[in-house]
């Protein structure tokens, strides 16, 4: 009836191996759903990755600014800087 909402990839940045990544996305709203910033990592570095073995570890509630960036600071550690109009959801530490 309202279908799904819409996806854009925003970024995708490597860990400094070329082993993991992280992808953000931007999911448009509709009448249902809120507009939303999404940060997955997954294993392996391609250019069409498999969303079902992706880990949300991050999503946020747009607000009107898409300012996130992502940065690996190692090969287990990715940094998430979000601007104060992104309203987070979920936030995930994975160790």
Same mark, same amino acid.
């Given at each position: ?6 996806? @854009?990839?925003?970024? /995708? ?9 992280? /992808? /953000? ?35 946020? @509630? ?13 090969? @287990? ?19």
């Amino acid at each position: 009836m309202f279908g799904e909402p819409e996806k @854009e990839i925003l970024n /995708t940045k490597y860990d400094n191996l070329g082993v993991r990544q992280a /992808t /953000t996305f931007e999911y448009g709203g509709n009448a249902v759903t809120n507009a939303a910033i999404l940060v997955s990592i997954d294993l392996g570095c391609s250019d069409n990755p498999d969303d079902s073995k992706k880990k949300i570890v991050f999503s946020a @509630e747009n607000k009107g600014g898409t300012a996130l960036q992502t940065e690996w600071k190692s090969f @287990e550690t990715l940094k998430i800087i979000f601007s104060d109009r992104l309203e987070p959801v979920s936030q995930i530490d994975l160790y």
